[in-house]
Nanobody
Framework: QVQLVESGGGLVQPGGSLRLSCTAS????????IGWFRRAPGPVREGVSC????????YYADSVKGRFTISRGNAKNTVYLQMNSLKPEDTAVYYC???????????????????WGQGTQVTVSW
C-alpha cells in the first residue's frame, strides 16, 4: 500500500524552529520529486518547497526562502523540511506529496503530484 505520512508538527513560538518529516511506505522516495505544501484556513494549497529526484535541486516559495530547508534522509525513505525563524503566517496544515513525472517549472502546482500525506498541523503563536 502506497502511503506518505507527515510528522513533526506542533505549536511553536514566533522565531522558533520545527522539523517536519515525510516518510513513505510501499514505494521509494528516491524515484520521486517530493514537495511540501501548506494550507491555512481556506481552500488554497500553497507550494512551500520541493526537492527533485534526479539532481537533488531544491525549490522554495519566496515567503520561506532563507528560513526553510528541504532535504532527503540518507537511508530512511524520508524527506525533511527544516523550518527556522517561524512566523505566525506560517501557521497551516503542512502536506508532503510525491511526483513521479517531475517538471521543475510546475513544482508548486498541487495537481502535478501523485501521492499525498494526510497533513500535520503547524501553529506559530505566543
Amino acid at each position: 500500500q502506497v502511503q506518505l505520512v507527515e510528522s513533526g508538527g506542533g505549536l511553536v513560538q514566533p522565531g522558533g524552529s520545527l522539523r517536519l518529516s515525510c516518510t513513505a511506505s510501499g514505494f521509494s522516495l528516491d524515484n520521486y520529486a517530493i514537495g511540501w505544501f501548506r494550507r491555512a484556513p481556506g481552500p488554497v494549497r500553497e507550494g512551500v518547497s520541493c526537492i527533485s529526484s534526479d539532481d537533488g535541486n531544491t525549490y522554495y516559495a519566496d515567503s520561506v526562502k532563507g528560513r526553510f530547508t528541504i532535504s532527503r534522509g540518507n537511508a530512511k525513505n524520508t524527506v525533511y523540511l527544516q523550518m527556522n525563524s517561524l512566523k505566525p503566517e506560517d501557521t497551516a496544515v503542512y502536506y508532503c506529496a510525491a511526483d513521479k513525472g517531475f517538471y521543475s517549472d510546475y513544482w508548486s502546482r498541487a495537481p502535478e503530484y501523485d501521492y499525498w500525506g494526510q497533513g500535520t498541523q503547524v501553529t506559530v503563536s505566543w
